[in-house]
Every structure is written in C-alpha cells, then in structure tokens.
C-alpha cells in the first residue's frame, strides 16, 4: 500500500486527472474516428479521395491549431486555454449526430482538429510544467500508456455501433468530453496550480515563428514526424476500407486490430520504454520507423487473420519507440517559458496526418492497396534521413549535460 501512496505521490494530483481524463475521451474518440471514412462510405457514397480529404480536414487544422494553441498558453496560461478547447469539443461531437451532408462533416473534423490542437499540446505542456525534469519521460509514457488503454476498449464498442448506431456513438463521445470538462474545471478551482505555465517574458508570433525557423534540431524532428504519420494514418483511413473489401469479416478483424494494437502498447509500452533509455532518442526513433516501414509493408499481404496480427505487432512496436520519444526530444529542445509554444509546433506533423489518407485515397483509388503500402513504407522510411539530421545538430547546440539523456 505505501509503494502505491509513493507512486500516486510522485505526481501532481492534476497529472493523475489529466491522465485518466485521457483514458476517457480516447476510449470515446475512438469509438468513432477510426469508423468515419466506413460510416462515410456507406452513407454519403463518396469516393476514397473525398473519404480521405473529410478524415484529413480534423490534422490539417490540427498544424496551425496547436502552433496557436500552445503559443496562446504560453502567455495567457494552460487553463483558460484548456477548458475551452475541451467544452468545443463536445460541441463537436453532438454537431455529428445531427449532420446530414458532406460538408458538415469537413467542417466539424476540421473543427475537431482545431479544437484537439489547441487541447493536446497545452495539456502536455501543463503536465510538464507539474513534473520534475527527471520524471517527464515516464509522465509522457503513462500519458501515452493512457491513450490506448481508452483505444483498447473503444474500438471494440465503436465496432458495434457502426452497424447499429453510428450516431449514439457520436452522443456518447460528445458527453464524454463534457464531463471531462466539467470535472477539470471543478478541480482546478479546487487544486493550486503553480504559475509556471505563463510566460513571465511575453512572445509575440512573430518571435515564436523566428524560433522555430531557426531551431534546425525541432524543424528536422517534425519533417521525420510527418513522413511517419504519413504511414501510421492508414490504419485509420484505408486499412478499414481495404479490409472491408478483401477480406471477410473485415470490420470485426479492424476492430479487432484497434485493441490489439492499444493493448500491446499499454503492456509493452514501460518494458520497451526502459530497454529504450540505454539508447539516445534519435536512435529510438530511428529503430521504430524501421519497424513500423515493416508493418506496413506487412499490412500489404494481409489475408486473414494471422498475417493481419503481424503487422499490428510491427506497426505497434513502431509507434511505442517513436510516439514517446517524439515528446521528450520536443521538451529537450524547449526553453522553459517556450515550452507551450515549441508543443504547439510539433503539431505541425499532422500535416502528415492530413496528407497520408489523401495520398493513400488517390493510390487506392489508381492502384491497389498492395501498391499503397509499399510506397507508404518507403515513404515512412524517409523519417530515418530526417532523424538523423536533426540529432546531428541537436548535439552541435544543446548542452551537453543532455547527451546521456538522449
């Protein structure tokens, strides 16, 4: 019982919210997201290009929303910005329920992203701003671990709603993220949240694009991260489309994949984790975009239900060396008062998000999806040449003191 006082301690008791806040709203999002592009299809029989520019609407806001929304946290502070961006969000999702036509549907993804933008960054920043320097790395591995346990269970749901309800799923995510708020706002006025989070030195937007203009290490780190997520966002963009298609029961098999995926990484993601910190984190990624190029490249000789799994594994493995080392390297990079702003920036990889269902839409519709993976897995491939730039002048800058950490 102490160890388990000792561990809830070593936190700030708004990082625990934060935390299970996430297991929540991800469990809800994911009940509906990754069946968009089918419900989409099914529904408004549209074509996988136009599929995957409506799915893509929600990351390309998403690149300049979190640029903003972490840069107006940095000067107004993480609550304000929070709080709202959070109420918007369940707004978003009732506006699903009641949405008829292809553009409702670009404009409330594109709202989606826009408002998860403003949201996932600052929320970052706050729980760093409550967290020891030597304790982050773990904070951001638990926060990642919190996601897909939410994404363990979501899909499973999500599954069974689409072929029976696909707009209660809506609802039910929409309330999700209302009590989320209503329960954050209770407790920061119950919590003392320190002041760390405001900028005492005021950055105009013209300074924080100068910064990240001119900081080569974070430019690099994003070029790779959006060759990635380029890769990564056909699991939830065309895969399901393919599977449907190809294989039978191809849905219960997505769905199926979704779990597995989040549960490897809620088991896996602390072991790999600790074997990952003997390494610098420019190595790590180097390695998870190695494996998650195979797992694409894998998806492309699914048949059934065994080489489906294989490819989840390799992709999931992927994502746990990559995804947490990503968010480290950015509050390595930041400057304390910056670190709202240097967050924000990093969702300039969703461009990758926004690209990936677009492209690999416009290849599934010329070619097929054999084709699509591979060239997505050369594509992801690509981050390598970028990661390895960016430690490069990462360790030409940065104090030295950094270098074991890496």
């Keep these: 019982m102490a160890k388990i006082t000792n561990y809830i301690g070593q936190f ?22 990754p069946f968009l592009s089918i419900y989409l299809s099914r529904h408004m029989d549209l074509s996988p290009i136009v599929i995957g520019l409506t799915v893509g609407m929600s990351p390309l806001m998403g690149t300049v929303g979190g640029f903003i929304g972490g840069h107006l946290s940095d000067r107004f502070g993480r609550k304000p910005v929070m709080l709202i961006s959070l109420f918007m969000v369940a707004l978003v999702y009732y506006g699903f329920t009641v949405a008829t036509g292809q553009g409702w549907f670009i404009l409330l993804n594109a709202l989606n992203g826009l408002c998860n933008s403003f ?21 951001y591995s638990l926060r990642y671990t919190a996601m897909n346990i939410g994404a363990s269970v979501g899909p499973l749901v999500g599954a069974y709603l689409a072929s029976t309800s696909a707009k209660l799923s809506f609802a039910i995510t929409g309330t999700t993220y209302l009590f989320y708020a209503i329960v954050l706002v209770f407790l920061m006025k119950k919590l003392v949240l320190p002041q760390a989070g405001i900028s005492k030195r005021v950055v105009s937007f013209g300074d924080a694009f100068t910064i990240i203009r001119t900081d080569k290490a974070l430019r690099y780190l994003i070029l790779g991260i959006i060759l990635v997520n380029m890769g990564y966002v056909q699991i939830d963009s065309n895969l399901p489309q393919i ?3 190809t294989v039978e029961n191809g849905i219960v098999i997505f769905s199926t994949l979704i779990t597995i995926n989040a549960v490897l990484v809620v088991f896996l993601q602390m072991p790999i984790s600790h074997v990952a910190e003997r390494f610098r984190l420019m ?4 390695i998870g975009a190695v494996f998650m190029a195979g797992g694409l490249v894998s998806f492309s000789f699914v048949n059934g239900w065994v080489t489906a799994i294989l490819a989840i594994v390799l992709l999931t493995v992927g ?15 930041a400057p304390e008062h910056l670190r709202g702003t240097y967050f924000g920036a990093a969702q300039f990889r969703k461009i990758g998000n926004f690209l990936g269902p677009i492209i690999g839409g416009y290849l599934l519709s010329q070619f097929q999806g054999q084709i699509m993976f591979w060239i997505l897995a050369v594509t992801t491939m690509g981050s390598v040449v970028f990661f390895t730039a960016g430690n490069r002048f990462f360790m030409n800058t940065k104090q030295p003191n950094l270098e074991k950490t890496m």
């Design 243 to 245: 599977l449907e298609g």
């Design 119 to 139: 949201f996932e960054p600052t929320s970052q920043a706050l729980m760093a701003d409550l967290t020891d320097k030597e304790k982050r790395m773990k904070v």
């Design 283 to 286: 190595q790590v990624m180097v």
């Design 319 to 333: 994502e746990i060396l990559i995804f947490p080392s990503n968010s480290m390297m950015i509050d390595q990079l």
């Design 12 to 33: 700030h008791p708004i990082v625990w919210v934060l935390l299970i806040g996430t297991v929540l709203s991800r469990g809800a999002s994911f009940m509906t997201l």
